[in-house]
């Protein structure tokens, strides 16, 4: 496959919709080609592979499917200088079902350190970096979301980790965290005026978040390579989590 030149190639994980679709759109807009990990195998919008959107059907806790993606991206778009680690499992605890942390843990973890160490020795290569999309849960005590809170805070101590580990190689890891950012998932809840207004007078700008806006913030991240910047979270959530 002949794929256009461009400012290098990243991949994105579950990025067919959400702020996976968003940061993948942006990344192209701005000239990366990207690769567009996602069950699927679709790119944003659900369109055949327009110029710099490379779909790609996998799920992320495949780690040989994800680690060939990986490699087969790399060699097509020459190189890679950034892994969006953006796909994640969102649920609500349940004592009916005993085997759901193990679940969240396997996508919102395991698969991400799978997905990273896959594009190490492309990274180490560009001195790129590494997006892993968290939450703001994960520095809140939120009732009912122990696991999924859980496996983002291990997603932030694993973003720190590979930041120390990889120093030494020009290769920068970063987490995202984002506040309640309106997408595909939560449409339908939100348009509940009371449950939107709720969540709405606890974020101090007043608003949800976009989606956009979290593709801007990392493709900003990838696209900058400030390589002081490593082992950090940036949360983008209104300033929910620091008001009283």
């Not at 990986?70 to 004592?95: P, R």
Request: negative net charge; proline residues 4%.
């Amino acid at each position: 496959m002949a794929l256009p030149e461009g400012l290098g190639g990243v991949l994105v994980t579950g990025a067919s919709s959400g702020i996976g679709a968003a940061t993948a759109a942006e990344l192209a807009r701005r000239g990366y080609t990207v690769g567009c990990v996602s069950r699927r195998g679709t790119v944003p919008g659900g369109e055949a592979a327009p110029g710099r959107l490379v779909p790609y059907a996998c799920d992320v806790t495949d780690r040989d499917g994800m680690a060939a993606a990986i490699a087969e991206f790399a060699a097509e778009a020459d190189g890679l200088v950034a892994l969006v680690n953006n796909a994640g499992l969102y649920t609500v605890d349940s004592d009916e079902d005993p085997d759901l942390p193990a679940r969240v843990f396997d996508v919102n973890v395991r698969a991400v350190l799978g997905a990273s160490r896959a594009a190490y020795p492309f990274l180490r290569e560009s001195r790129g970096t590494v997006v892993n999309v968290g939450s703001f849960y994960d520095q809140l005590g939120v009732p009912s979301h122990a696991a999924y809170a859980a496996s983002k805070a291990a997603l932030a101590s694993l973003t720190r980790t590979l930041a120390v580990e990889w120093a030494r190689d020009g290769i920068t890891v970063n987490t995202v965290a984002p506040g309640y950012i309106l997408t595909e998932l939560n449409r339908t809840y939100f348009e509940d005026a009371g449950a939107r207004a709720s969540v709405e007078r606890r974020i101090p700008v007043g608003r949800l978040g976009r989606a956009e806006e979290v593709g801007r913030l990392i493709a900003a991240l990838v696209q900058e390579r400030i390589g002081f910047l490593t082992g950090t979270t940036i949360y983008i959530d209104g300033g929910q989590a620091v008001s009283l």
